[in-house]
């Protein structure tokens, strides 16, 4: 069975950094290309980040562009978000997802880890 | 970029169709394929409901269904049923591995 399994989430202050970590099984990590997408408190879904099977090549929101930072370890099977300098608005549950279709099917989804940015 | 544009809310009566519309533009919605429906009951995770427009992943029910005319995407659910309560998320391509969510549809089943 796929799995995703997000963790590092929690309370940060404003200002601060967080690592979210997303470790997956039940398929051949490196041949897919992985995602996070992340939901504000009673708000829709937000489309994070993106990167390849091989890691080489990352995308970003443009608002988001900065400040976070995608990668992905192929031999732990392991992917993480790095957020620095966190703002209030970033506040959310970041769910890390595995691409099928690149822009589209996202097939697998984590049961998401929450990052709290407050004083 | 702007979120997809989706209604707020729906509402159908038990055995009832619905459809959520999800409209993008020309430069999402209009130029791919690569649209997709993500199902969001309370306090959970998304599941991919539709991909490529109209294909469903195996294990969701065909009343379950997708549609696509020019910048606009249809989900429909036919035979309403109480557990189709939910969120609904519309996503499109916009290039270069990005993505663009809609707003999310709640879905009431009366």
């Known amino acids: 069975e796929m799995q995703l399994l997000e963790s590092g989430g929690g309370l940060v202050q404003p200002g601060g950094s967080l690592r979210l970590s997303c470790a997956a099984s039940?398929?051949?990590?490196?041949?897919?290309?992985m995602t996070w997408v992340r939901q504000a408190p009673g708000k829709g879904l937000e489309w994070v980040s993106a990167?390849?099977?091989?890691?080489?090549?990352?995308f970003y929101a443009d608002s988001l562009k900065g400040r976070f930072t995608i990668s992905r370890d192929n031999s732990r099977n392991t992917l993480s978000l790095q957020i620095n300098s966190l703002k209030a608005d970033d506040t959310a549950i970041y769910y890390c997802?595995?691409?099928?279709?690149?822009?589209?099917?996202?097939?697998?989804w984590g049961q998401g880890t929450t990052v709290t940015v407050s004083s | 970029q702007s979120a997809l544009t989706q209604p707020p809310s729906v509402s159908g009566s038990p055995g009832q169709s619905v459809t959520i519309s999800c409209t993008g533009t020309?430069?999402?919605?209009?130029?791919?394929?690569?649209v997709s429906w993500y199902q969001q009951p309370p306090g959970t995770a998304p599941k991919l409901m539709i991909y490529?427009?109209?294909n469903r992943p195996s294990g969701v029910p065909d009343r379950f269904s997708g549609s696509k005319s020019g910048n606009t995407a249809s989900l429909t659910i036919s035979g309403l049923q109480a557990e189709d309560e939910a969120d609904y998320y519309c996503?499109?391509?916009?290039?270069?591995?990005?993505?663009?969510f809609g707003g999310g549809t709640r879905l009431t089943v009366l």
């Open positions: 997802a595995k691409v099928v279709v690149v822009g589209g099917r996202l097939d697998v």
């Open positions: 039940g398929f051949t990590f490196s041949n897919y290309a």
């Open positions: 990167i390849s099977g091989s890691g080489s090549s990352t």
């Open positions: 020309s430069s999402d919605v209009g130029s791919y394929n690569r």
């Open positions: 490529e427009v109209s």
């Open positions: 996503s499109s391509y916009t290039g270069s591995y990005t993505v663009l």
